[in-house]
Structures are given as C-alpha cells and as structure tokens.
Nanobody, 125 residues
Framework: QVQLVESGGGLVQAGGSLRLSCVASGSSLSINGMGWYRQAPGKQRELVAIITSGGDRNYSESVKGRFTISRDNAKNTVYLQMNSLKPEDTAVYYC???????????????????WGQGTQVTVSS
C-alpha cells in the first residue's frame, strides 16, 4: 500500500505564489514518475506537470513559465512551486505517483499508481 499526502494549498491573491508538497509513504518504495494534476469545478482533471526519476519535466502550456515541479528522491517528495497565480488556476490539486513497493503480505515487489486526497488552491482576482 502506498499513500500520498499533499499539503500547501490555500487562498492567495492573483499574482501571488504557493508551494505544494506531496510525500509518498510505503514499504521500500521505488518511484518512477511523480506529477501534479488539477480539477476545477465542472471540468475534467488535467495534467499540470510531471517529473521523472531522472529529473525530466513536462508542463501543460497553461502553466509553463509560471510553475516549477521538482522532487527530492531521498524524501519521496514532489513539489510544485506556483508563481504568478491567476484566478483560472483555482482548482483542487492532486498528486500522482507510480513505481513499485514491497508487499509484506505476499513478500513480493508490486507495482503501484496512487493519488493523493487533493488540496484546494483558490486564487482571488
């Protein structure tokens, strides 16, 4: 079982900044990709940014130049630095990760893909 816990959301004025964090926990984790997605009211969940274990990054066009994704592999943590926030960035932000972990119940390494519970980001105009 792998759990992801996000933190750092909140209310900010347009032009402001926020930093989201997401920590993955589990047995003997080996994490490949980590990413951030968001879902605004009435809209589908969309990719914001992803980062591979080697540090390669991809961003949605709407956040390029404003958001920066990074990760600390030793801490199993991914971050999203959000600058120059706009009202249209308002959404619930979800962390996602995939990789493998050691299952103590079956004594085998198993694959996982997990989501966090989400953290609300609200940008006021």
């Amino acid at each position: 079982q792998v759990q992801l816990v996000e933190s750092g959301g909140g209310l900010v004025q347009a032009g402001g900044s926020l930093r989201l964090s997401c920590v993955a926990s589990g047995s003997s984790l080996s994490i490949n990709g980590m990413g951030w997605y968001r879902q605004a009211p009435g809209k589908q969940r969309e990719l914001v940014a992803i980062i591979t274990s080697g540090g390669d990054r991809n961003y949605s066009e709407s956040v390029k130049g404003r958001f920066t994704i990074s990760r600390d592999n030793a801490k199993n943590t991914v971050y999203l630095q959000m600058n120059s926030l706009k009202p249209e960035d308002t959404a619930v932000y979800y962390c996602n990760a995939d990789g493998t972990y050691f299952s103590r119940s079956v004594f085998l390494r198993k694959a996982f893909q997990s989501w966090g519970q989400g953290t609300q980001v609200t940008v006021s105009s």
